[in-house]
């Protein structure tokens, strides 16, 4: 109990070390605070004292890791040519999140401009959108769709 106790003492330090308290600047240099580097040493040390190291836990750590997969995406994206200058944009959310609920909006109209950048043209009219969720097994997870039309210039047609 008592080394529990002084492992949550020092990670909540080594968690306040880690919160960016702002860059001073020195010269022309700036000088950032080793917060990061103190809170993963302090944290790793702890975790050896109170014997986290051990096989099992590092087993069930990857487990865990692979599951959730904390640096993927958080949605897919996939685009369908349906026409000439017609795209249809379906998003997926992954299916353990910690956030980006409200995000899948933003996800569509980012995709949309760059779409509409990558192919040359001056602009898009929304078509259709939509949002739902996906009950599947195990997992429900977030889906949207939109279809866009991607529009050339007025003025400069040639462009």
Same mark, same amino acid.
């Given at each position: 109990?008592?080394?529990?106790?002084?492992?949550?003492?020092l990670?909540?330090?080594?968690?306040?070390?880690?919160?960016? #308290?702002?860059?001073?600047?020195?010269?022309?240099?700036?000088?950032?605070?080793?917060?990061?580097?103190?809170?993963?040493?302090?944290?790793?040390?702890?975790?050896?004292?109170?014997?986290y190291?051990?096989?099992?836990f590092?087993?069930?750590?990857?487990?865990?890791? #692979?599951?959730?997969?904390?640096?993927a995406p958080?949605?897919?994206?996939?685009?369908?040519?349906?026409?000439?200058?017609?795209?249809?944009i379906?998003?997926?959310?992954k299916?353990?999140?910690?956030?980006?609920?409200?995000?899948?909006?933003?996800?569509?109209?980012?995709?949309?401009?760059?779409?509409?950048?990558?192919?040359?043209?001056?602009?898009?009219?929304?078509?259709?959108?939509?949002?739902?969720?996906?009950?599947?097994?195990?997992?429900?997870?977030?889906v949207?769709?939109?279809?866009?039309?991607?529009?050339?210039?007025?003025h400069?047609?040639?462009?």
């Amino acid at each position: 109990m008592k080394n529990t106790v002084l492992f949550l003492f020092l990670m909540s330090l080594a968690a306040c070390s880690t919160l960016k #308290s702002g860059a001073s600047a020195t010269g022309n240099f700036i000088k950032e605070s080793p917060g990061p580097i103190a809170g993963t040493v302090g944290g790793l040390w702890m975790a050896q004292q109170l014997g986290y190291m051990r096989p099992e836990f590092l087993a069930a750590g990857l487990v865990a890791f #692979s599951i959730y997969d904390p640096l993927a995406p958080t949605w897919e994206i996939h685009v369908t040519q349906l026409d000439a200058g017609y795209c249809r944009i379906d998003l997926t959310m992954k299916r353990l999140t910690t956030g980006g609920d409200g995000e899948a909006r933003q996800t569509f109209l980012r995709a949309a401009r760059t779409l509409m950048a990558k192919g040359g043209f001056a602009d898009f009219d929304e078509l259709h959108y939509e949002e739902g969720i996906d009950s599947a097994r195990p997992f429900a997870r977030r889906v949207a769709s939109g279809e866009i039309r991607l529009l050339k210039s007025r003025h400069f047609p040639e462009m």
